[in-house]
């Protein structure tokens, strides 16, 4: 009994499963990861003095099954293919599991099992009365012989592509600037963190336009929380969208579904897990025919994709996979409907002119252009939420000309007393740390109004080395006078 996991059948899949969700590694390897975890990890934080409510926002419509080959947008020839290569993979295979695999009803699969037997490329080893799709099909000596064929060309075997001009349609109906953005639910996304007066109300039309955001200020003041918490309202109040596992453009196959950044919330895993033994396969094939949502999709949360330094321009490019003869979408084609931070912007190995130049046309015209490695270029939809992060003076990366396409820029600044305060305190509560004001205190009296300023992340790496102190010294942790003076010294030395 043939039951192959739908993640496997991607032969020789290019090396991009884990290292996508940072753009291929870098230096924080748990930002993307952390997003939707403790927030309380990276700085800004707060324990929600009361639970806010938002409202459920319904997912965007999804593609229609096709009832027939035509409404596929896929050619005979390109079904026949995935096919035999997947006959040839496995041996033989139920007429309901060839459609399971290729997520295709199984009335476009007889088609295309019709044509392949008139063409003696299959043949029919077994059967039940409960008709054609119980049937067990193998390859004849020259479907065999095509098989390899088409490995030769393509070795992609999965569920079957869509066309591009569907995946272009689909992502117009659910861009980011169509989403709705309101108040409390931007508030309920924010609600775990300690953001200044103000702040939400700068960000909450960025968000509403769709547009490009700039988020700038000295570094350790919570930018990046910031950027995860606009991914977090997207992702948990933006409603969810349909990505597809692969598209096809110019007789090319390119895999956009990536399980390490979408979330999906249908459950298209059943039919990768199901027992298709001969009692069942009717039920099954049933289940596929009458699918309304087409299989070829799934269903996801707003996708949130962070990149920082070790961004290049190939990342932004398609990966080819010369084995396998097909390719990877980029990393910002995987976060169409959702968010893509650029973090640490500036300190990408690439310059930023070259970086940003790269940019200026999709900003503006919400269309990329990629290359497939026979030269040829295809438009595709540039629908995301764009954050460019940085620490570094917005005046030395960018020229006028680009600050223009970026419509809203938002100085994230150092906290007042007040807000360093509530974070002091906030900090000294997760890590069950009796507060004292005199810590604070000493704080702005040793350094701050010395002229040193304050950063939101001080609080939380103080404290982190009080309790190394305390833990080496076997002492229970406290905040005392000597405690704060020994920590404050080692962190603000002068090297």
């Known amino acids: 009994m043939i039951d192959s996991a739908l993640p496997d059948t991607l032969l020789d899949k290019p090396p991009d499963a884990r290292d996508t969700a940072r753009g291929g590694g870098g230096d924080d390897p748990d930002l993307y990861s952390d997003l939707f975890g403790s927030p309380f990890e990276t700085g800004q934080s707060a324990t929600p003095a009361k639970k806010i409510r938002s409202r459920v926002i319904a997912a965007a419509a999804a593609p229609r099954s096709p009832g027939t080959l035509a409404e596929t947008s896929l050619t005979l020839m390109q079904l026949s293919e995935l096919i035999l290569k997947q006959l040839s993979l496995h041996g033989n295979l139920l007429g309901a599991q060839l459609a399971r695999q290729a997520r295709l009803p199984f009335q476009v699969i007889e088609e295309v099992l019709r044509f392949l037997k008139d063409e003696r490329c299959v043949e029919i080893a077994s059967g039940e009365l409960i008709g054609p799709a119980s049937y067990r099909f193998n390859l004849t000596e020259l479907g065999r012989r095509r098989a390899r064929e ?11 592509p869509v066309s591009l001009d569907e995946y272009i349609a689909q992502c117009r109906k659910q861009n980011v600037s169509g989403m709705a953005c309101h108040r409390e639910d931007l508030i309920a996304a924010f609600q775990n963190l300690i953001i200044r007066d103000g702040l939400l109300e700068e960000l909450g039309p960025a968000v509403c336009s769709g547009k490009s955001i700039f988020l700038y200020g000295p570094p350790g003041n919570g930018k990046t929380m910031i950027a995860k918490g606009l991914g977090n309202f997207l992702n948990r109040h933006g409603g969810e969208i349909h990505v597809p596992y692969a598209i096809v453009a110019e007789n090319s196959i390119i895999t956009v579904f990536d399980p390490t ?9 059943v039919l990768d897990n199901a027992d298709l033994g001969i ?13 309304t949502p087409d299989p070829r999709w799934r269903r996801i949360r707003r996708p949130v994709v962070i990149t920082g330094g070790e961004l290049t321009l190939e990342m932004l490019d398609l990966r080819y996979n010369k084995s396998s003869n097909f390719y990877t979408a980029p990393l910002h084609i995987k976060a169409n409907g959702g968010v893509f931070l650029i973090d640490d912007f500036g300190r990408q190995i690439v310059s930023p002119r070259d970086l940003l130049n790269r940019w200026i046309l999709p900003l503006e015209e919400l269309i990329d252009y990629l290359t497939l490695a026979t030269g040829k270029k295809f438009a595709v939809p540039f629908e995301q939420l764009t954050l460019f992060s940085t620490n570094l003076d917005p005046r030395e990366l960018v020229d006028e000309a680009f600050l223009r396409r970026i419509r809203h820029k938002i100085q994230i600044g ?3 007393r007040e807000l360093y305060t509530e974070i002091f305190k906030l900090n000294c509560q997760l890590r069950n740390i009796p507060y004292r004001d005199s810590a604070v205190e000493y704080m702005y009296r040793n350094y701050y109004d010395a002229g040193k300023p304050p950063r939101s992340s001080d ?7 009080v309790q190394s102190i305390c833990r080496f010294r076997n002492q229970p942790v406290a905040l005392t006078d000597d405690l704060i003076a020994e920590a404050s010294t080692r962190f603000f030395c002068r090297l």
Do not use: M
């Open 261 to 269: 950044i979408h979330q999906a919330t249908d459950n298209a895993d």
């Open 414 to 416: 150092s906290p007042d």
């Open 150 to 160: 088409a490995f030769e060309q393509c070795r992609y075997v999965g569920p079957a």
């Open 279 to 291: 009692h069942n396969t009717a039920d099954i094939v049933q289940a596929i025919n009458q699918s």
């Open 459 to 465: 609080p939380r790496d103080l404290l982190e080395i």
